[in-house]
């Protein structure tokens, strides 16, 4: 069963006539009644007595009214539907981030796209590495701020990347507070709280271990500001992006020999989103 034949159905109901639905519909007579024949033989009835004066409907022509004018009636609701969500009046966008995003205003790009589409409704998820990644390609989240030590995952799209550099974060009174660059040999056995979990406590760990050098992780945290608090108690040092350092104001140092960075990717499924939001949303994030 087609929904046109279902419209050209309604048509004859509408007129009385073969004649006044195919004008209705714009549509030659022999075609609409094409169609109707067509719709008979799918249902298994016959749904007009045709006379040579007038077309009545039949006991099964009468039941299908009622269930034709619903199916009608949800195919307008459902272009209505299609096309606020094309026209972004109303729609759905669901992005991830890491904790440690630091080179995007990620709060004020999302004020702005909303000041522009206040219909369409925004979900943002924080999470960690692996989740977010699985979310983008199950489909749950359309974008997701990810950080890479090296190139993106070949499953995703990169739509913009920015480099953080990450630093050594540690208390006052440390020994080396007031240093603003540090060796990563200078800290062989140093106790550290871990951001647990996470794709930058991986980074660390492998980084220590290419060079040969020893970590006492004395704690974890899942969450970055208890991450500072930690180390403001004087439990360990960290690494940590440097703007989030210098957010904190504890003391905190390049490191160097070697260097340490990662590569934050805006990334989704496709090189276009097929969700209209998303693609705006996109663009407020990469302008």
Not at 261 to 268: E, F, K, N
Request: net charge neutral.
């Amino acid at each position: 069963m087609e929904l046109r034949q279902l419209e050209h159905f309604l048509a004859v109901v509408r007129n009385g006539s073969f004649t006044g639905a195919a004008r209705e519909v714009h549509v030659v007579q022999s075609a609409l009644s094409s169609s109707i024949r067509k719709l008979e033989a799918e249902l298994g009835a016959q749904l007009f007595e045709r006379t040579t004066r007038r077309v009545l409907l039949t006991e099964a022509g009468r039941a299908l009214v009622p269930m034709a004018h619903r199916i009608a009636a949800d195919v307008i609701a459902a272009r209505g539907e299609v096309s606020a969500v094309a026209g972004l009046s109303r729609g759905h966008v669901a992005i991830g981030t890491i904790q440690a995003l630091t080179d995007v205003d990620l709060p004020g790009r999302l004020g702005a796209f909303r000041r522009d589409h206040p219909g369409v409704r925004i979900r943002v998820r924080q999470g960690l590495m692996p989740d977010l990644m699985a979310s983008v390609g199950s489909g749950e989240l359309d974008l997701a701020y990810l950080a890479f030590d090296g190139p993106l995952a070949e499953d995703l799209v990169s739509f913009a990347e920015w480099r953080q550099e990450l630093v050594l974060l540690c208390h006052p009174e440390h020994r080396l507070s007031r240093r603003r660059r540090v060796r990563l040999a200078e800290l062989d056995d140093e106790p550290f709280v871990d951001f647990s979990g996470s794709g930058l406590q991986e980074l660390v760990a492998r980084r220590f271990a290419e060079v040969g050098i020893r970590r006492d992780p004395v704690c974890e945290a899942t969450h970055m500001p208890l991450l500072i608090e930690l180390v403001a108690a004087g439990l360990g040092v960290s690494i940590v992006p440097r703007l989030i350092a210098e957010r904190s104001g504890l003391p905190h140092a390049r490191v160097e020999q070697p260097a340490l960075a990662r590569s934050i990717y805006l990334a989704g499924r496709l090189p276009e989103p097929v969700n209209p939001a998303a693609r705006a949303l996109l663009q407020h994030l990469v302008d």
